[in-house]
């Protein structure tokens, strides 16, 4: 076995402590090594002069060593290393804190680059423990990589000399030459040297490329391969001409073109014999429980059970209404199933879906309790997917064997995001809001016209309609929790008196919720003031004006979804971004919002401000994660390597051809990787 795959343990000069340092790093052989790639790069080739180097800045500079001080050992365990040194143009002191055996190796007469923070007065400049190697050093550009205890920044870059050593005597190559030749890119026998050592900065940014060339395309090739593999399960069959257009005649609106387009991609899914694996996606208000409730009623009618499963309690009640009253009146059981169903009703839905006789099955995660079974389950639908956890949809894939799943989300994910991450799904979008909407008119303020913002919302008040005021709410902490009950009891009894207040938040428990939910859809509350809770699909069409307080706080995506529960009836509707912490960033960000309101368009530009590790927040999605391409930056990259992909399935979908063997094993690899480290 080549000696790259062996425990990184046996490596020259590692040994068993530093393979336990490299552990924390994901690091166990010389192999996984070569990918520890630099963070960015200390650029010796062009230092400047001691006059140019401003203080509190990093400089490069080319330093002889003039003299050395004695260590002054200040006390037990803190000494300081003095030298001082020139460039013939002016003189520094370099100094060290506790690192004597730096100190140590400087030889007074002796050159070296240097690159460290400027500091001391304009008589005396110091350079802080810098960074250095000799001035004839070969290699000028030096990596930074990321470090761990036990790891200095020599340390990693001595070990990795010595990887790179050994796969400089015994390279290989799974890109095929004609690959590496049609998109110019550097061989892997150039690329993994050039990454560590490069020989200028240009070849460190072509090896870059190679490197996440292969990584986009090995991670499109492998999902592609997955796609097909997961598809291969049997489904229930139903009939394609399945006629639900009594559905559509019972519906108090006509649905709009994309409504009936993502209607007719499901129904076609589910006629097929192989699952549906679906994402419905569509900005808030867009009508995406309408078409739910057909598929429901083309599943329903082709005589099988369907169930939908929403994140929250308030969603899961919401949802249980509206879909019974479309599906009710064309002789559909709907059912409702949640965490706080009394025992009794409980027994008898259970037993219900048992029977067959439930049509739909609304609800929370409850329904997928041990304890709840369907007599046909053919499908399976999730609102707001990206809110559950790994268990709960791993527990839903196996409750139906292989039912076909219809994804629901609210959020306008990027494209190029959605295909990464989503990249075993197809995808319909609706596009446009249903008729009769009027865009929400956005006004960014500040604190100084939050009486007149007060006044405004209190003529939509007076008028009839329903408002809300979000105040963010860092989850867990009371401090803010109390801000916002203090916040409804003040404006209850100023600024608003004479109004019903009413008060939503997160810690509340499920039922106190409800309960304040359902007084605002009666419109026993006018104003209600909310933490985020109300982010999640809330609709209430009377309700035309939103406040949002410190909205510099939310990212544009969570702004967007707030401000979608307005502008959901036929009233003109408004939102207001108060904010009193103006930077140019901020300002920049909320003239967006008022600018438009295409959730897509928002997506992009909280992904390009916040990157994709942001944009998900903690949320896994199970795929290898990227570790050298970066999306925002590597569109054009990505474009290309998807073009690619598509071009060598349809040669190779296998991968079986001889020239991509290679390539094969290395998709297998790290996708095997994946699974092995729970990620899937
Ligand atoms: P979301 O995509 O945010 O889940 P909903 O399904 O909750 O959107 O729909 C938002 C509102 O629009 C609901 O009150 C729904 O009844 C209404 N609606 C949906 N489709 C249409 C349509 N084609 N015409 C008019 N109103 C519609
Ligand atoms: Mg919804």
New binding site residues.
């Given amino acids: 076995m080549n000696e790259l795959f062996k425990s990184i343990s046996k490596l020259k000069g590692v040994g068993e402590k530093r393979s336990l340092a490299y552990a924390k790093l994901r690091i166990s052989t010389p192999y996984d090594l070569l990918y520890h790639l630099p963070r960015h790069y200390l650029d010796y080739t062009s230092p400047i002069t001691i006059a140019d180097a401003a203080f509190g800045e990093i400089a490069v500079l080319k330093l002889t060593i003039v003299s050395k001080f004695s260590p002054q050992h200040i006390r037990k365990g803190f000494s300081i290393y003095k030298a001082v040194a020139t460039d013939g143009t002016d003189n520094i002191t370099i100094v060290f804190y506790n690192t004597g055996y730096i100190f140590d190796t400087l030889n007074i007469g002796s050159e070296y680059c240097m690159s460290g923070k400027i500091s001391g007065n304009i008589i005396k400049k110091e350079i802080l423990s810098p960074h250095i190697i000799p001035a004839d050093s070969k290699n000028l550009i030096r990596p930074v990589y990321r470090l761990t205890t036990g790891l200095t920044l020599s340390r990693i870059t001595s070990d990795m000399q010595v990887a790179v050593d050994i796969f400089k005597r015994e390279p290989f190559e799974w890109m095929p030459e004609s690959i590496l030749k049609d998109h110019s890119l550097m061989t892997l026998q150039d690329a993994l040297p050039e990454i560590h050592f490069p020989s200028s900065m240009e070849k460190a940014a072509a090896a870059r490329r190679r490197l996440a060339f292969d990584e986009l395309l090995e991670l499109q090739l492998g999902l592609s391969m997955y796609k097909k593999r997961s598809r291969s399960d049997s489904a229930n069959k139903m009939r394609e001409d399945t006629d639900i257009t009594k559905f559509f005649e019972m519906?108090?609106?006509?649905?709009?073109n994309s409504?009936r387009e993502a209607v007719d991609d499901i129904c076609s899914d589910l006629a097929k014999s192989v699952p549906m694996n679906r994402l419905l996606q569509?900005?808030?208000?867009?009508?995406?429980?309408?078409?739910?409730a057909a598929a429901c009623y083309f599943a329903i009618k082709n005589g099988f059970q369907a169930a939908l499963m929403a994140p929250t309690e308030i969603l899961a009640v919401?949802h249980y209404y509206?879909i019974s009253k479309f599906l009710e009146p064309l002789g559909v059981k709907v059912d409702l199933l949640t965490g706080s169903v009394k025992s009794k009703e409980r027994k008898s839905v259970i037993a219900s879906a048992a029977s067959g006789e439930t049509g739909l099955l609304v609800g929370t995660h409850a329904i997928f309790q041990k304890d709840v079974e369907f007599l046909n389950l053919a499908l399976v639908i999730t609102?707001e997917q990206h809110r559950f956890g790994v268990t709960q949809r791993s527990m839903l894939a196996e409750k139906g064997g292989t039912p076909h799943k219809l994804v629901?989300s609210?959020t306008p994910i990027p494209r190029t995001l959605a295909l990464i991450i989503y990249g075993d799904l197809d995808i319909s979008v609706?596009r446009e809001l249903?008729?009769?909407?009027k865009p929400i008119e956005t006004y960014a303020v500040t604190g100084k016209l939050r009486q007149r913002s007060y006044n405004f919302i209190k003529q939509q008040l007076s008028a009839g309609r329903q408002g809300y005021i979000v105040c963010p709410m860092i989850e867990e902490n009371s401090g803010e929790l109390q801000a916002a009950a203090t916040y409804a009891e003040d404006i209850a009894q100023n600024a608003f008196s004479g109004y019903r207040v009413g008060l939503l938040h997160g810690k509340l428990s499920s039922k106190e919720k409800d309960a304040v939910m359902e007084s605002f859809q009666k419109h026993e509350i006018d104003l209600l003031v909310c933490t985020t809770v109300v982010e999640v699909?809330i609709?209430v069409?009377n309700a035309t004006v939103m406040l949002i307080e410190n909205s510099d706080r939310f990212g544009l995506s969570q702004l967007h979804q707030l401000r979608?529960r307005v502008g959901?009836?036929k009233h003109q509707s408004y939102c207001i971004l108060m904010t009193d912490h103006v930077t140019d960033e901020s300002r920049q960000r909320l003239r967006l919002m008022s600018s438009t309101t295409d959730g897509f368009k928002i997506a992009e530009e909280d992904l390009k401000m916040r990157g994709p590790g942001d944009f998900f927040g903690q949320r896994q999605h199970g795929l290898p994660p990227l570790k050298i391409a970066d999306l925002t930056k590597d569109m054009l990259l990505f474009e290309e390597t998807k073009n690619l992909t598509r071009e060598i399935l349809e040669k190779d979908p296998e991968l079986n051809l001889p020239e991509y063997r290679a390539l094969r094993l290395e998709v297998l690899r790290l996708f095997a990787l994946t699974a092995e480290n729970g990620m899937n």
């Fill in positions: 519906l108090p609106f006509a649905m709009t409504q569509g900005d808030v208000g867009s009508g995406k429980t309408v078409v739910a919401q509206t609102d629901m609210a609706l249903p008729g009769g909407r699909g609709d069409p979608g959901r009836g």
